[in-house]
């Protein structure tokens, strides 16, 4: 990394505990065959910054800008929810877009409307809904649902979503060969007497993450389409923050359009200097 630009200034957002290193790349920093390991080595925690993910907000000839999203492990992802709000909230306090904008992601265009701490995204069209299919690990098996909200995930219902191990069965179900080959990001929702809570092990993070945004638009239109909810729709995340998602244009079993709303708070604002690479 010595022929970076350095420092390099960044900030560190979160959206409900999924948490994002976030850079201003419209004009080039990291070469393009570098990106992926930067963004592993910066992410890792205790020795360098540590995140979720790396953003790198990059021009957009057909909206307000684009981003390249990388994964703690260095892999790019399509889209995420948590994410979207951050890179919203930056972009507008930056002055690169109004407080309702719409930007470019490999998942397709994102609209997002910024109002102080409190950001709602119109995530790109749900798609490859498939119910209540039999998937068997370790000699069991579990009634899965699945649905790609900008990145695939598999949705299963459970009755003590305490007791549930996200890290060991999300990973078999991850990489499950009925998901291969790209995988599949995994949530356990369980039915509170408040409402639901959702707990999510992140394929390219590699573990249970606090939040992730996709992921509760993934259960919240699963649910919706077993006739368990109705819009809108209250998750509370593993880090214990309520996201809401409201379903646009449903028939009797999916909706066509989903809005994500909840909170992306800044963390600090630094600079990147070569020990972090270290």
């Not at 790349?25 to 592993?40: C, G, T, V």
């Amino acid at each position: 990394m010595q022929t970076l630009p350095l420092p390099i200034p960044f900030w560190k957002m979160n959206g409900a505990g999924n948490d994002f290193i976030i850079i201003d790349h419209r004009q080039p920093l990291i070469p393009q065959e570098k990106m992926a390991e930067f963004s592993r080595l910066l992410c890792r925690r205790k020795f360098s910054v540590g995140a979720d993910g790396v953003f790198l907000v990059e021009p957009s000839t057909r909206a307000d800008f684009s981003w390249r999203f990388f994964n703690s492990d260095g892999s790019e992802a399509e889209m995420c929810g948590n994410g979207a709000r951050c890179v919203a909230r930056f972009a507008y306090m930056q002055g690169i877009a109004a407080a309702r904008m719409r930007f470019e992601t490999l998942a397709g265009l994102v609209e997002a409307s910024v109002a102080d701490t409190r950001v709602t995204i119109r995530m790109t069209p749900p798609h490859s809904f498939l119910f209540d299919r039999q998937v068997e690990v370790d000699g069991q098996r579990f009634l899965v649902h699945s649905v790609d909200t900008g990145v695939p995930h598999a949705v299963l219902f459970t009755d003590d979503i305490d007791m549930v191990d996200v890290v060991g069965l999300g990973r078999l179900i991850r990489h499950h060969p009925d998901f291969a080959p790209a995988g599949t990001n995994v949530n356990f929702i369980g039915r509170t007497t408040d409402g639901f809570r959702i707990r999510t092990y992140e394929r390219g993070v590699e573990d249970e993450t606090m939040a992730c945004g996709t992921g509760v638009a993934a259960g919240a239109l699963i649910a919706a389409a077993k006739g368990l909810v109705s819009s809108p729709v209250d998750m509370v995340t593993s880090g214990g923050v309520a996201l809401t998602v409201q379903l646009l244009d449903q028939d009797e079993t999916k909706a066509a359009a989903v809005l994500l709303r909840g909170p992306a708070h800044i963390v600090y604002k630094g600079e990147i200097t070569a020990e972090a690479f270290v």
